[in-house]
């Protein structure tokens, strides 16, 4: 199955033809890398620069901890259509701690996969 042989592929060298190179006009080189970079900042997902994931939520605390007494979740479970109730986990619910469907854009913008803590009866 194995074979000890070794193959030896050849080796091709390419030259650069320096006339081509002299007939490259500087300023489409300009224009070229000017509308790569400019390609390159409108393409990257955005990041926050900081490194936090809480951008907005109640930034006036030292720490953000959300208590829910088993109670309260359970009325609002049983007060839903549904019988579920979501929970944001990404941050950017306008509705928080209630998700509002926000991680579906931050999904796409970071390429981050959070999705909401769902309760259901």
């Not at 944001?88 to 999904?107: A, E």
Request: proline share 5%; with cysteine.
């Amino acid at each position: 199955f194995f074979s000890s042989e070794v193959v030896v592929a050849p080796i091709r060298t390419i030259s650069l033809d320096m006339d081509l190179l002299s007939d490259l006009d500087p300023i489409s080189i300009a224009i070229g890398v000017g509308i790569g970079a400019i390609l390159a900042l409108v393409l990257m997902p955005s990041k926050s620069s900081s490194g936090q994931v809480n951008l907005d939520v109640q930034k006036n605390e030292a720490k953000v901890a959300t208590i829910c007494p088993l109670r309260d979740i359970e009325d609002t479970v049983n007060k839903s259509d549904k019988g579920v109730v979501a929970y944001c986990r990404c941050w950017r619910s306008k509705t928080f701690p209630l998700c509002d469907g926000s991680h579906v854009k931050h999904n796409k913008a970071t390429g981050d996969n959070t999705g909401p803590l769902v309760i259901k009866k």
